[in-house]
């Protein structure tokens, strides 16, 4: 699932192991048996659209270089990094899955800046045979490094943890259930529409609520954003408040698509979908689309979300747009 600028601060990451660090950060969990191909952009290279695929057999290798070869077109890399996450403890006939990494480095048009496979804390280069710097036993990952803490730093400043797996991630989009989703339908029955209508200032009401106080939100709060969300001009007036970088308001989508339950969950799961795509978290951003459109198929929002994934439309851009609702 592709991703996009995903870093939120400028964080200088000159080692080799830093890079490495930060790749489970850019996809919000850590990878096992994976592909992640990052794509550099502008003179400083700086690292931008992300994907993760899983490894491929053999006979697949130059397939997945053709697409690998195709996205980073797409992407408008300059140079591209490729990470490759699996066991290394068998390398007698030199490190694991050179084959897909060569197949790769041969299809694409832009230089392959570094290769680097990854494994139980070490990091091995597929591109460098210098012991000096690229030993044979690997080089062990510093999570104490200055590169390292800062890639955490600045990920923490914005309340994102890194989960122990993709599953997990995804695991974060669906709805709650038990004693919870019981408790969620019976506050959205309780709704007063007419009353609903006339708070023009819930999503600051709510905001404040869940940034001046430690309590979780209320149900009936939740119910009412939920249903508030089912006015396309309230739910777009919102969203373009996401695209201006409401960290706030983010985790308050968030929180309310977990409590919110069908039929009524498919604006506030899409809104969560394109939240999700506005931060270049494409694992998310997907789920929740999906989640959408379960509950209803013509749900056009998720669609559209999908549909830039797709395409690999550019966060940025996209942010552009929704920025031109702010009143």
């Not at 290769?115 to 591109?127: E, H, K, M, T």
């Not at 797996?165 to 974060?172: G, S």
Request: with cysteine; hydrophobic share 45%.
């Amino acid at each position: 699932m592709p991703k996009s600028s995903p870093i939120p601060d400028r964080v200088r990451l000159d080692d080799l192991t830093d890079l490495a660090s930060a790749v489970p950060h850019m996809l919000g969990f850590y990878p096992s048996d994976s592909l992640v191909v990052v794509a550099l952009r502008g003179p400083r290279e700086r690292l931008s659209f992300t994907m993760r695929l899983d490894l491929p057999e053999l006979d697949d290798h130059a397939d997945v270089a053709h697409m690998t070869a195709m996205r980073m077109e797409h992407a408008h890399a300059d140079a591209v990094m490729l990470f490759v996450y699996t066991d290394a403890t068998d390398r007698e006939q030199g490190l694991p899955q050179q084959e897909l990494v060569h197949a790769v480095g041969d299809a694409l048009t832009v230089p392959l800046r570094e290769a680097l496979l990854i494994d139980d804390g070490r990091v091995w280069s597929y591109l460098c045979a210098d012991e000096r710097c690229c030993p044979s036993a690997g080089r062990p990952m510093r999570p104490d490094s200055p590169g390292a803490l800062a890639l955490a730093a600045a990920h923490a400043l914005h309340g994102n943890v890194v989960l122990p797996d993709r599953d997990a991630l995804v695991a974060t989009t669906v709805a709650v259930g038990g004693v919870a989703a019981a408790s969620m339908r019976q506050a959205i029955e309780r709704v007063d529409i007419d009353e609903l209508n006339g708070r023009g200032d819930l999503l600051d009401e709510l905001c404040e609520r869940i940034s001046d106080s430690s309590d979780a939100l209320s149900h009936d709060d939740a119910a009412a954003l939920v249903l508030r969300l089912h006015d396309v001009a309230f739910r777009d007036q919102l969203i373009s408040r996401l695209a201006a970088r409401d960290d706030t308001l983010e985790r308050l989508v968030a929180d309310v698509a977990r409590l919110a339950q069908p039929p009524y969950d498919a604006p506030v799961a899409a809104v969560l979908a394109m939240s999700a795509y506005l931060r270049g978290d494409g694992v998310v951003a997907g789920a929740a689309a999906e989640r959408a459109l379960d509950t209803d198929p013509s749900y056009s929002l998720a669609r559209l979300v999908l549909d830039s994934l797709a395409r690999q439309l550019d966060p940025s851009a996209v942010r552009e747009v929704w920025l031109g609702y702010l009143p």
